[in-house]
């Protein structure tokens, strides 16, 4: 499979801010790619260079083959959009802002079925100006389909969206990437990257910090699987003393390491044996979320490098 | 340049455009109210006519002195009788007073008059001033024939009416339906373009349809539509006002269509040029109203620049809107298609001028 988008030593710099620094991936052909990052880390940046809205400092960007920025207009008939925050002409109802995209890119979407993808059914004729937030974003999710695009670029489509919505919005994606477009992705619902995205990229400060598939991430930078349970940290003190494995005591529970799952009974019983109450336990391996706090709580605290990781 | 996306692009303007109860206020309601304010208060009064220095030779007979009266109802014409020392020429003291137009009654017009003999009384015009001596020659032409109608009839005849341009009586209304006509053009595109340009950029909009395949031209070209339908809208307004309530005599012609197409043009260009010069909606509202509000005032669009002082006449040949209205004049009014195809040549250029530039400056994208 091709490469749908492609991207080079990317750098762009806002006077002294240096927003990208240098960061190089890319995304195949049918992929759902999750680009994730702390607010101001570079995302939305990034976005609108692979758009076209914005010119970069330096570095090479393709996307479908074709140069964002000198080539836009070429570009612009094959990729769908939703920016970061959606706006648009006040008065106007989603239909017909629909019929107005599908005039502009000479498609004949149809209204009705696009805005029951999305949720939107029920304001199909209210105007703009009257829709909530989370709406807004949903038709501006609807107007990125009208012109069946082969790239979709979205830049957290489902911020502000209550769950049922973003659970819409997550079909809407699953179905984009089974008609065999490709999904460039932004948001900051690491439980969203896990469940959609085929390749994830964690930037922050401008430099990419890890790439991967989820699982990949999650090998290479989570921690071992943890029994926890609820114990004073009397508990943590007497198992350091008891057992051969990591313990630490946080909000109230215990969580202790294991190498093995076999590992759990032997830490169980040195629970009972210590005679202190406590209960409710579980296992508990690192979510993508877990690895995005500790890797980006690592690099601003100057342990890591970015682009050192891969 | 395609058709479906203009249209399209016109047809969401339109709807949003058309939702909006202040704008509709703006462009239907507000002329009107516009047209019957300043109708009722200066249509009776000379308050805007032309001076029009006049030598009475007659020694102020009563047939003469009623035929300056009748030449000063009209509304158009002040007729202002001046005593001249003698052995003066009358051509050389109007130039010398800064007159463009003069009268003079012949000795023995009254007598004249009562036999039945030709008589002429002699119109002083200024060819540098078509308009003035526009209005001069119209009142002439139309009390003279309201005279000889009288006389050969033997009835008296109340009022003048007549449908040939030539030689129809102006009134202050025949002014002003143009100088309104030319109002809308000017201010329905500047006081909504520049702002919305502005808030465009601010809310992102340009960037999104800098995403699809609309170009700034069909943009453009949208806006200058839907400006010059609603020009067509308040020309008819203006007419059917202006002979309903004020029986004024001005009709749209033909002629006039080029000035509802270029003038939109104009100034929609103008428009965006002060929406993407402003840094935001607010500056961009204040930097069109000043360059509105002047051009407003001096361009002839409430009272005839040929009524102003001789230094305001000068400013407003700087402003695009007295071309306009000029054109428009000489269409409607004097049936001057010379100097009409002349004003409507100036804004062609100027509005091509600002278009390109326009365009130029307008960006939807950052730089
Ligand atoms: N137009 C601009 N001018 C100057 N600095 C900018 C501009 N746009 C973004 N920046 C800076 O560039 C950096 C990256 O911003 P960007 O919008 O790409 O972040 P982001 O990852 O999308 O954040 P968020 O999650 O909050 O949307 C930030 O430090 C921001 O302040
Ligand atoms: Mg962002």
Redesign the pocket.
């Known amino acids: 499979m091709p490469d749908t988008i492609e991207v080079t030593k990317l750098t762009k710099t806002?006077g002294p801010?240096t927003?990208v620094n240098g960061i190089d991936f890319t995304v195949r052909q049918g992929d759902v790619f999750a680009f994730l990052?702390p607010?101001?880390?570079?995302?939305?940046?990034?976005t609108e260079i692979l758009e076209g809205l914005r010119p970069r400092t330096s570095g090479e960007v393709r996307v479908l083959g074709l140069d964002p920025w000198s080539q836009g207009r070429e570009l612009h008939r094959q990729v769908g959009v939703i920016p970061?925050e959606f706006r648009f002409i006040e008065k106007i109802t989603p239909t017909e802002a629909i019929h107005y995209y599908g005039a502009l890119f000479d498609t004949h979407p149809d209204a009705p079925k696009l805005l029951e993808q999305v949720a939107l059914s029920d304001k199909a004729n209210a105007r703009f100006d009257t829709l909530s937030g989370g709406q807004k974003q949903k038709l501006g999710l609807a107007l990125a389909l009208v012109s069946e695009p082969k790239v979709c670029f979205l830049d957290?489509p489902t911020t502000g969206l209550d769950p049922q919505a973003r659970r819409a919005i997550w079909q809407v994606i699953r179905t984009l990437k089974s008609e065999g477009r490709t999904v460039f992705l932004t948001t900051?619902y690491l439980e969203e990257a896990e469940l959609l995205a085929d390749q994830v990229a964690i930037i922050n400060h401008g430099s990419i910090i890890a790439r991967g598939t989820p699982e990949q991430i999650i090998e290479a930078h989570g921690g071992a699987e943890r029994l926890s349970v609820e114990a004073p940290p009397s508990m943590a003190e007497y198992l350091k003393r008891s057992l051969p494995y990591p313990v630490q005591a946080a909000d109230g529970r215990v969580n202790i390491e294991m190498r093995e799952k076999g590992d759990a009974l032997r830490i169980l019983t040195a629970i009972e044996a210590s005679g202190i109450p406590w209960k409710g336990f579980s296992t508990k391996t690192d979510t993508l979320e877990d690895v995005f706090v500790r890797l980006v709580g690592r690099m601003d605290e100057g342990e890591i490098k970015g682009t050192a990781l891969a | 340049m395609r058709p479906r996306r203009i249209l399209a692009d016109l047809n969401i303007y339109a709807r949003n455009y058309l939702r909006n109860p202040a704008a509709l206020f703006f462009t239907l309601i507000f002329p009107i109210i516009l047209i019957t304010m300043f109708g009722f208060i200066f249509s009776n009064t000379g308050a805007s006519s032309i001076k029009v220095p006049t030598v009475n030779l007659d020694h102020s007979s009563n047939e003469s002195v009623q035929f300056l009266a009748a030449l000063n109802h009209t509304g158009v014409v002040s007729i202002q009788v001046v005593s001249l020392a003698p052995g003066t020429n009358f051509s050389t003291w109007l130039g010398q007073n800064g007159n463009t137009v003069g009268l003079v009654i012949p000795a023995g017009f009254a007598q004249s008059y009562a036999a039945h003999r030709p008589v002429n009384v002699t119109a002083y015009v200024d060819p540098q001033d078509p308009t003035s001596s526009g209005f001069l020659q119209g009142a002439l032409n139309g009390v003279a024939n309201a005279y000889n109608l009288r006389a050969a009839g033997g009835q008296p005849v109340v009022g003048v009416q007549s449908s040939t341009v030539g030689s129809a009586v102006f009134k202050y209304i025949d002014y002003l339906v143009p100088g309104l006509i030319g109002f809308a053009i000017l201010t329905s595109p500047m006081f909504s373009i520049a702002e919305l340009v502005s808030s465009y950029r601010k809310d992102g909009l340009f960037r999104q349809l800098s995403l699809t395949p609309l170009t700034r031209a069909e943009w453009l070209v949208a806006k200058i539509i839907w400006y010059t339908f609603l020009s067509v809208i308040s020309a008819v307004i203006m007419v059917t006002v202006g002979a309903l309530l004020f029986h004024s005599t001005v009709r749209l012609s033909l002629g006039v269509i080029p000035f509802l197409i270029f003038g939109p043009f104009l100034f929609v260009s103008l428009g965006i040029l002060a929406g993407s010069a402003a840094p935001t909606p607010e500056s961009a509202a204040v930097v069109a109203n000043i360059v509105t509000f002047p051009m407003m005032f001096l361009s002839g669009t409430f009272f005839p620049v040929s009524t102003f002082p001789p230094g305001l006449a000068l400013i407003a040949h700087i402003f695009p809107l007295y071309y306009i209205i000029d054109g428009m004049n000489q269409v409607m009014l004097f049936g001057n298609a010379t100097r009409a195809l002349g004003d409507i040549g100036i804004v062609l250029v100027l509005g091509a001028i600002l278009f390109v530039a326009g365009v130029y400056t307008f960006r939807w994208r950052e730089k």
Do not use: C, D, L, P
Request: neutral net charge; glycine residues 20%; proline residues 0%.
């Open positions: 806002y801010v927003a990052g607010n101001g880390a570079g995302k939305t940046t990034t970061q957290e900051h």
